[in-house]
């Protein structure tokens, strides 16, 4: 199994920054893509941005720009750093990964448990 763990979410005023950290532990053989999704109060899950083992970014066109992904392979680690944030930002932020363990043959989808993001004045 692979555990993620996010963690910076918080209040933050309109305009402001926060930076959201997500660690993968576990049995890990690889992983591949990271990524964030976002669920704000009854809406679906949709996606914030992604990035491939070799750097290729991905971002839904509601963050271009604002917000940045990166990730360290060798501490298993992806992060998002979120600038000129807005009220519509609001919502639980859900770290995500493409894994394949020491114990399988196969990749599965792992999920965090969730980060609060409040934008609010």
């Known amino acids: 199994q692979v555990q993620l763990v996010e963690s910076g979410g918080g209040l933050v005023q309109p305009g402001g920054s926060l930076r959201l950290s997500c660690a993968a532990s576990?049995?890990?053989?690889?992983?591949?893509?990271m990524g964030w999704y976002r669920q704000a109060p009854g809406k679906q899950r949709e996606l914030v941005a992604t990035i491939t083992s070799g750097g290729k970014t991905n971002y839904a066109d509601s963050v271009e720009g604002r917000f940045t992904i990166s990730r360290d392979n060798a501490k298993n680690t992806v992060y998002l750093q979120m600038n000129s944030l807005k009220p519509e930002d609001t919502a639980v932020y859900y770290c995500?990964?493409?894994?394949?363990?020491?114990?399988?043959?196969?990749?599965?989808?792992?999920w965090g448990q969730g980060t609060q993001v409040t934008v609010s004045s």
């Open positions: 576990g049995s890990i053989f690889r992983i591949n893509a």
């Open positions: 995500n990964a493409d894994a394949r363990t020491i114990f399988s043959d196969y990749n599965t989808n792992y």
